[in-house]
C-alpha cells in the first residue's frame, strides 16, 4: 500500500511538468517555423533584385493557398476529430487522412502545371517556372506539414520540434548555398523550400506506420465523416483564400512587380509576433477540442472568452511593438528602399491581432459541430474585397490592399465571436435538458 500511494502523487507531480515542457517545445517549433520562414524570405530578399522579390511574394501566396486547403480538408480534421479516437480507431482515422492528403497533393500538382502552362503561353515566363517549381516540390509540403499537425494532434510537441528543426536546418543551409553559387531567384528557391521538408517527413512517417492503417472501406468511412464538416470548411476556405491571399496578385495587375515586394516585406515585419501567436494556436486548437469534451458548458464558455481576451491583448502588445520599430526593421532587415512604410506594416500587424478571438471562436464553433457557421463567417473578407478591396488597391496600391486586410480580420473575427456566443446558449439549454447525456456520445451524435 506505501508504494502505491507514493506513486500516484508521483505521476500526478508529472502532469504539470509534462504540460510546461508542451507548451515550451509547442512555442520553440512555432519560433523554428516562423524564423525559417522570416530568415528564407530575408535571404531572397538581399541575394536578388526587388523584382525577383516580389515575384518570390507571388509564389508565397500560392503555397498560402495549398497550405490553407490542406488545413480545411485534412488538418481540421485531424485536430478536431483525432482526440476522439484512439487505438486502432485512430490508426485508420490516421492513415485515411494520409491518404486523403495525397490525393489533395496530387490535385495541386495538376493546377499548378496547368497554371504554368498557361502563364507560359502568355508569355508569363517567369511565373510560369515558378508554378512549375512549386508544382515539383508541393507534395513535401503536405507531407510536411501533415506530420507536423499529426504531432500536434497527439500532444506530441516534442516530435514536431525535432522534425522543424530538422527542416529549418536544410531548409536555410539550401538557400545560403543557392546564393553562394549565384543560382538563388523566387523559382530556385519555391523549389528547394518546400523540398526541405520531405527527408524529415518521411522519416517520421516510417516511425510512425505502425500508428497509419489505410484500408479501402476505413477510408470510405473517414471521407464520409470527415466531409460532413470540412465540405463547409473548405468552401468556407476558399472564400478566405480569394478574400485575404489575393491582394498580392491586385497589386501585381494594378501596380508593378516592386509594390509586391514592399507586401511581401510589410507583411514579414509586420508578422515579428507570428511564432507566439502560431504556437498559442497550435497549443489552443487540440486543447479546445478537449476541454469541450471535459468542461460543463459554463466553464468551456467561460476559458474561451478568457483565451480570446488573453490572447488578443498579447498579440496587440507586438503590433504596437512592431509599429514603433517598422523603419528601423525594414533598414536593417532588408535594405533601405524598404523604408516609408511604417502605415502599411501597422495595419498588417493589427490585422494579425485582430485575428486571433476569430481563431478562438471558430474552433469552438468546430468543437460545437458548428462549422458550417465558418462558411458564413468567411463571407465577410470576400465582401471586402469585392466592395472595397479592388478599388482601394487600384487606388491606393499597398496601403489600400492593407487597410482592406485589416478591415476584413475585425469583421472576420466579431461575426465568428457572435456566432460561438449564440451556439454556446444553445448548448448550455440542450445539456440542461439532457444532464446524464455523456458529452463524447452527444458530439458524436451531431457530427
Avoid at 492528403?101 to 496530387?106: G, R, S, V
Avoid at 525535432?162 to 529549418?168: G, I, M, R, W
Avoid at 468543437?367 to 487600384?394: C, H, K, M, Q, S
Amino acid at each position: 500500500m506505501a508504494t502505491s500511494s507514493q506513486a500516484v502523487p508521483t505521476d500526478e507531480g508529472r502532469r504539470p511538468l509534462r504540460a510546461v515542457m508542451r507548451v515550451f517545445f509547442t512555442l520553440g517549433d512555432q519560433a523554428i517555423v516562423s524564423a525559417t520562414s522570416f530568415l528564407s524570405g530575408m535571404i531572397v530578399a538581399k541575394a536578388t533584385s526587388k523584382e525577383q522579390f516580389g515575384l518570390y511574394g507571388l509564389g508565397f501566396t500560392i503555397v498560402l493557398i495549398a497550405t490553407e486547403l490542406q488545413s480545411a480538408l485534412i488538418s481540421t480534421p485531424q485536430t478536431v476529430f483525432g482526440p476522439r479516437y484512439s487505438g486502432d480507431r485512430n490508426s485508420q482515422f490516421q492513415g485515411s487522412m494520409l491518404l486523403k492528403l495525397l490525393m489533395l497533393a496530387a490535385f495541386n500538382v495538376t493546377i499548378l502545371l496547368i497554371g504554368a502552362a498557361l502563364a507560359q503561353t502568355a508569355g508569363k515566363h517567369d511565373i510560369a517556372r515558378m508554378l512549375a517549381a512549386i508544382a515539383v516540390s508541393v507534395t513535401s509540403m503536405h507531407l510536411g506539414l501533415f506530420v507536423r499537425v499529426t504531432c500536434f494532434a497527439h500532444l506530441n510537441s516534442i516530435g514536431a520540434f525535432f522534425v522543424d528543426l530538422a527542416t529549418a536546418t536544410l531548409q536555410l543551409a539550401t538557400l545560403l548555398t543557392l546564393w553562394h553559387y549565384g543560382v538563388l531567384e523566387a523559382w530556385t528557391a519555391w523549389l528547394a523550400i518546400p523540398l526541405a521538408a520531405f527527408p524529415s517527413a518521411v522519416v517520421f512517417l516510417l516511425f510512425w506506420r505502425t500508428h497509419l492503417r489505410i484500408t479501402r472501406a476505413g477510408a470510405k468511412e473517414d471521407f464520409h465523416i470527415t466531409w460532413l464538416q470540412t465540405r463547409f470548411v473548405l468552401v468556407s476556405s476558399l472564400m478566405w483564400i480569394l478574400g485575404m491571399h489575393i491582394y498580392a496578385w491586385l497589386i501585381e495587375f494594378f501596380a508593378d512587380r516592386e509594390g509586391v515586394a514592399e507586401w511581401t516585406a510589410c507583411l514579414a515585419i509586420a508578422a515579428v509576433g507570428n511564432p507566439l501567436m502560431y504556437g498559442m494556436m497550435n497549443i489552443l486548437g487540440p486543447q479546445i477540442a478537449h476541454r469541450h469534451q471535459s468542461l460543463p458548458s459554463v466553464a468551456f464558455r467561460r476559458y474561451m472568452w478568457l483565451a480570446s481576451a488573453a490572447f488578443f491583448v498579447v498579440m496587440a502588445g507586438f503590433a504596437v511593438t512592431v509599429t514603433v520599430l517598422a523603419d528601423w526593421l525594414m533598414l536593417h532587415i532588408y535594405t533601405p528602399e524598404y523604408v516609408g512604410h511604417t502605415a502599411i506594416v501597422a495595419m498588417m500587424a493589427f490585422g494579425f491581432a485582430a485575428r486571433v478571438p476569430g481563431f478562438v471562436a471558430s474552433r469552438g464553433l468546430f468543437a460545437l459541430n458548428r462549422a458550417d457557421l465558418e462558411l458564413l463567417n468567411n463571407i465577410a473578407p470576400l465582401v471586402v474585397l469585392a466592395g472595397l478591396g479592388i478599388f482601394l488597391t487600384y487606388r491606393y496600391h499597398v496601403a489600400g490592399a492593407a487597410f482592406c486586410l485589416l478591415l476584413a480580420q475585425v469583421i472576420g473575427s466579431i461575426t465568428r465571436l457572435i456566432c460561438f456566443e449564440s451556439c454556446m446558449k444553445a448548448e448550455s439549454q440542450l445539456r440542461e435538458s439532457a444532464p446524464t447525456a455523456p458529452l463524447a456520445v452527444t458530439a458524436g451524435a451531431q457530427s
